[in-house]
């Protein structure tokens, strides 16, 4: 119950803790060397940095993002589905199975047409 | 919440902080350290060379002849050498970066991938008796009902440190291997989470310690063969052993997606050498880089645990309740009456389990070549995501057409 | 709910919220907006429902924040970082404000239940193991006679039994939503790229 999330207060708190410490024992104990214009520019397998370093990207991956969250979502309606499904069968019978089944069905077509106009697809 | 602070007794709180510092950073972060050492030993003998051997005890620093080897291993003491050279080297932070994210990026990959542990049942019970302590001790920090939803929603923040490291970069190559990574980390988190929906059916449970239990009791997923499972027992039925495809295939699902979430071999696309120098922590050094080191290896050994945990019985003992029987020590779990040197061998049981699957990381990852990037995508997407929900409406299908129990 | 826990998170949520707004970089705004979230999670499993505030995190923080810090580095952000505040939007931000308070405040008034406090309603395993009866789920009565509130449980029989209609009305509208983007996105050479 309630206090069972104590410990994980307890353990964001040590993990937070590692962490800083950490980085402030390699601030304190590593050596710094003097800095130059050369160590301060971005790595480009040696060459003088071209341009900026935040360039666009493909709108691709804005697309995978969009689309993760709505299956997410869809994945997240399952989990209950999931834990009540063996002993709803067992009382209820089998109203529960077609009820998530015409669920995920509306959401394969979702997925068919996402496919179909080539969302999903990397090479164009 | 006033009756929970009436509630909360200090020796409550102060176990659990034992439990927490002893699992993060006597067990955690040396399995990390030494997993390290096993992936350059094993990777050695894979491709026929003999791998850091060396580092010992350095006793020719104060003119003695040779270097002690601890075990007649060389090299055991490799990660100890490699993580006081990460302290010891220059702290740079390059001057185009966008220094607070730039800071806090690795603290963001290590944090979550340490949080995660908190609901992984490493053993059953502990029971202190002899030290004075009446109840056992559950060997998990926190016995959550959400366990495994509890370890997707934290681990899903660790994208937060990869994008966050390719972008405060302010560089070509850490910002390209940031962005990949994290599209890679979204799509498998789906078919992650839908593989082990079918789990969850047959458990008809989301706490992790409950579905090790019922595991010890009653055969893995994975290897039915005792307890109820096995077919010379009255719980027997044909509908058990049907079940065994379904979960076959979410194993084969989950194992796959656990590669790409924890972004290893093949699916190291973040960070391929021949594209992207070395993705989104280009341009980090020391400690910095240590810690996305340390998270990436962390989420592996926690990977490793949930997918011990949900298809490999967690903690039990293979065969243990004929063990028992064979031999009349006591090898399963009982609630509350499990003696101390069962709960430790539970605990023995989980890490050489999750042991075994670092290994298996380790030779896959020296094994296959890397995927190209389309290729990663359309599994994920094309081929992962519908199996996975078909195999959740067949393991439906089965288990009303041969009910469990 | 007086407890000092409730405070904190509750204070996270509210300062990191304020921050989104009032931080000029936007990577600060969406990060904040995330940590808030967090802070939310954690209220919500301070009044025991755990498998919501699981979900807050999993959904709002690890997806929906990640989707919009994709479309803050698509955007470009040093353009955005010099925009200057726009009062007719300020002064529509205040009248929503003022109209959403308003509402709380009539929800507060208007419902039984906005009266109470949570001190109230405390959990109570027994009587709701009674008040089932013989229609629980083995599953369920076997948690509550446990003490244990089976809260994802409830809410799959809620979800599944009763609100069936509902549940499919959710399903059409993420279908609904998947035909937005990529109707959205797929305009082939179009300069936004993508839609805010």
Redesign the interface.
Known sequence: ????????L???L???G???A??L???L?????A?NRV???????GMV?V?E?????S?K????????????????????????????????G????W??????T??????A???K???????H | MDALFASIDLFFLAISAVKIVLLVFAVILPMVAYSVYAERRFSAIIQDRVGPNRTGIPLTLFGFKKDIQILGIGGLLQPMADGLKFILKEDFTPGHVNKFYYWLAPCLTMVPALLTCAVMPFGSELDLNWFGIAQPIKSVIADLNVGPLYMFAISSLGVYGIVLAGWSSNSKYPFLGGVRSSSQMISYEISLGLSIIPVLMIFGELNLSKMSAYQDANGWLLVPLWGDSAPWSNGWHFGRWLLWIPVCISFVIFTISMFAETNRTPFDLAECETELVAGYHTEYSSMKFALFFLGEYAAMIIGSGLAVTLFLGGWSIPFAPLLSKLTGLQFHFVPGATPLYTGLLHIATFFAKVFGCILFFIWVRWTLPRFRFDQLMALGWKVFFELALVNVILTAGILIWCPLK | MSSPLFYIFAAITLLFGAMVIASKNPVTSALSLAVSFVGLAALFVSLDAYFIGTIQVLVYAGAVMVLFLFIIMLLDIKAAEKLKPNYAAVAAAVLLFVVLIMQVAAVLTGFEAGRKSTTDAQLRPQQALVAMGDKALPTIANDLKAGQLPDTKLMGLQLYHKYGFHLQMVGLLLLVGTVGVVVLSKKENSPKGGRE
Request: include cysteine.
């Open positions: 119950m309630l206090e069972n999330y104590l410990p994980v307890l353990q964001v040590i993990a937070g590692f962490a800083g950490t980085l024992i390699s601030v104990l590593g050596k710094a060397a800095r160590k301060d520019s971005a790595y480009e397998c940095p341009g370093g935040q360039s666009r990207f709108v991956f804005y697309i995978v993002a969009m689309l993760f969250v709505l299956f997410d979502i869809e994945v997240v309606f399952l989990y209950p589905w999931a834990v009540i499904f063996k002993d709803y069968v067992a009382i209820h089998t109203a529960i199975f009820s998530a089944l015409c669920f995920v509306v959401l394969f077509i979702a997925y047409y996402a496919w106009k080539g969302a999903l697809d990397w090479k």
